[in-house]
């Protein structure tokens, strides 16, 4: 498995209710650049159902047989977890303010969520 860069997937993602300098969005990227290579693998897969980032980037991600690229919509409520919509590259992602919230959530939505997936 290849090393993700974390710079290239926040640069070719898109914001629904929030803005980059929103502090969920801020500690969102925080915690990714903190994941080992293998959490942000299962991130990705959890988030469009592929392993795997495009050969030339986040920018030709693919969803519902076109580009695709990955966005994160405000919703939910702090007790929540995050939600993904793997066919449209999405995480529908709570306003959580604390990054440790944000963190805990994160890390047990994608690896609860990997239950319903088989990796080859």
Known sequence: INEIDVNDWESNTLYDGYSVD??????????VRELTNDKRTQLLL???????????????LQGNGKIQKFKLKKSGTLKEFPISHTCFNRIDLPPYTSYIQLKQKLLRAITEGMIGFQRD
Request: glycine share 8%.
């Open 22 to 31: 929103d502090p969920t969005i801020i500690n969102f990227w925080k915690v």
């Open 46 to 60: 959890f988030a469009t159902g592929s392993p795997q980032v495009p050969i030339t980037g986040f920018k030709d």
